[in-house]
């Protein structure tokens, strides 16, 4: 069993600048391909970003492409980050932390976080 806790959600203007956490237990070796999908406002939940266990691999949605960035911390394997740049209003959502097998492009999500809201204002 894995457990993902999520930070760093808020509100923001757009244009500005956003950092989510995750930080992942459960599994000894630490071994953990993590990601982020997020529910707009009445949307469905949609993927965003994820993370190879070894950081080498990384997949994005069209949508957040060149905007975003998921990256692992150095020294902690079971932390990634999301960096969120040039935030638009459409951005804002629920966005979850998710571990499971990385699948053409996008995660499997076995795992979930609690969720975190993220709000971009106009």
């Known amino acids: 069993q894995v457990q993902l806790v999520e930070s760093g959600g808020g509100l923001v203007e757009a244009g500005g600048s956003l950092r989510l956490s995750c930080a992942a237990s459960?599994?000894?070796?630490?071994?953990?391909?993590m990601g982020w999908f997020r529910r707009p406002p009445g949307k469905e939940r949609e993927f965003v970003a994820a993370i190879s266990w070894g950081g080498g691999t990384t997949y994005y949605s069209e949508s957040v492409k060149g905007r975003f960035t998921i990256s692992r911390d150095a020294a902690k394997k079971n932390l990634v980050y999301q960096q969120m740049n040039t935030l638009r209003p459409e951005d804002t959502a629920v966005y979850y932390c998710?571990?499971?097998?990385?699948?053409?492009?996008?995660?499997?999500?076995?795992?979930w976080g609690q969720g975190t809201q993220v709000t971009v204002s106009s």
């Open positions: 998710a571990e499971g097998p990385l699948i053409a492009g996008t995660i499997r999500g076995n795992f």
């Open positions: 459960g599994r000894t070796d630490s071994k953990y391909n």
